[in-house]
């Protein structure tokens, strides 16, 4: 994976998003400590652009695994018996396993695949493994206070949207903001997904066009590495 070796920052990132503004002008310095009309757009949406993008698609550079505490005090609800607390950095879940074997990963299946069988309520899981259970998720791709862990079609992704998020704000043009959600929607995210889809073995299935399938509601048996 083709991926920054040096830290990427929050200023550097911001930067490449005001840049496709079209006005070298409007640039931080310093995010943490800049203040006026370009700080405060940039806080408004960075964060929150950055959690769309990461629950879009089942990113190679934003997947994880972590164990997951049982709720002890849950008592059965939507069918299921048994509760979970999602990771704190969790965005999107992907899947889960029901002990410390990697088999969404291994693509074996003593399971049955009774072991995908979850919903999430708020931040916890309900499904029906009482015992200890693997999250396989996405989290927002940041190491050490910078964003190093993205990889270049990733990052490209993420300024293009976070430009159109700032595009009526700092300029005040919606042709602007058109043209950059158009260069997101039809050209970068295609992109990005052809590229994460090719790089290895996945966890969601998808078509032609690198769309993520859907999957019927309580019947995760197409959540397989294709």
């Not at 069918?79 to 990771?87: A, M």
């Not at 029901?98 to 695949?113: I, L, V, Y």
């Not at 994460?196 to 959540?223: H, K, T």
């Amino acid at each position: 994976m083709a991926r920054y070796t040096d830290s990427v920052t929050k200023t550097q990132i911001c930067n490449l998003a005001l840049s496709k503004l079209g006005s070298d002008r409007i640039q931080l310095n310093n995010f943490d400590n800049d203040t006026g009309q370009v700080k405060e757009q940039c806080d408004l949406h960075f964060r929150s652009s950055l959690e769309e993008l990461t629950r879009m698609y089942a990113w190679n550079c934003c997947t994880k695994r972590a164990s997951a505490n049982k709720d002890s005090s849950f008592s059965g609800e939507y069918g299921f018996s048994f509760s979970y607390d999602l990771p704190a950095d969790a965005i999107r879940v992907l899947g889960i396993e029901r002990d410390a074997t990697d088999e969404m990963s291994s693509g074996s299946d003593t399971t049955g695949f009774e072991k995908n069988e979850f919903i999430v309520v708020g931040r916890e899981i309900y499904c029906q493994i009482d015992t200890t259970i693997f999250i396989h998720y996405t989290a927002i791709p940041e190491h050490d206070s910078s964003y190093r862990l993205m990889d270049a079609s990733f990052l490209k992704c993420f300024y293009t949207l976070l430009a159109s998020r700032l595009a009526v704000p700092l300029t005040g043009s919606t042709e602007v903001e058109q043209a950059l959600i158009g260069e997101f929607k039809d050209i970068c995210l295609p992109d990005a997904k052809r590229l994460n889809s090719i790089e290895g073995e996945q966890s969601i299935l998808v078509d032609a066009e690198y769309n993520e399938l859907p999957i019927d509601s309580f019947n995760y048996s197409n959540f397989v590495r294709v």
